[in-house]
Nanobody, 112 residues
Framework: QVHLVESGGGLVQPGGSLTLSCTAS??????MDWYRQAPGKQREWVAS???????DYTDSVKGRFTISRGNAKNMLYLQMNSLKPEDTAVYYC????????WGQGTQVTVSS
């Protein structure tokens, strides 16, 4: 059974930075995505890690967010810089097909 736990969220001012972590049990991370869900909106894809090396991003975060895998291959990160109020959401990790049980997510709030 795959179990995903997200952490690292918090309250940050516009322009600030946060690093989110995803700890996976039951799998080695090779292909994994970050998603987010803002209040009143559908969950959306944010970033992908493919084959452990290739990265892709939704247009709104390109140049600001970086997805990476830790040396311990059950860890996934999302480095978020130049945060904007519109980045406020609950952030989740999951496989490309959203095939694993969702974790509880981690809340990111960008506000002055």
């Amino acid at each position: 059974q795959v179990h995903l736990v997200e952490s690292g969220g918090g309250l940050v001012q516009p322009g600030g930075s946060l690093t989110l972590s995803c700890t996976a049990s039951g799998i080695e991370i090779v292909n994994m995505d970050w998603y987010r869900q803002a209040p009143g909106k559908q969950r959306e894809w944010v970033a992908s890690l493919t084959d452990g090396v290739r990265t892709d991003y939704t247009d709104s975060v390109k140049g600001r967010f970086t997805i990476s895998r830790g040396n311990a291959k059950n860890m996934l990160y999302l480095q978020m810089n130049s945060l904007k109020p519109e980045d406020t959401a609950v952030y989740y990790c999951n496989g490309p097909s959203r095939s694993y049980p969702w974790g509880q997510g981690t809340q990111v709030t960008v506000s002055s």
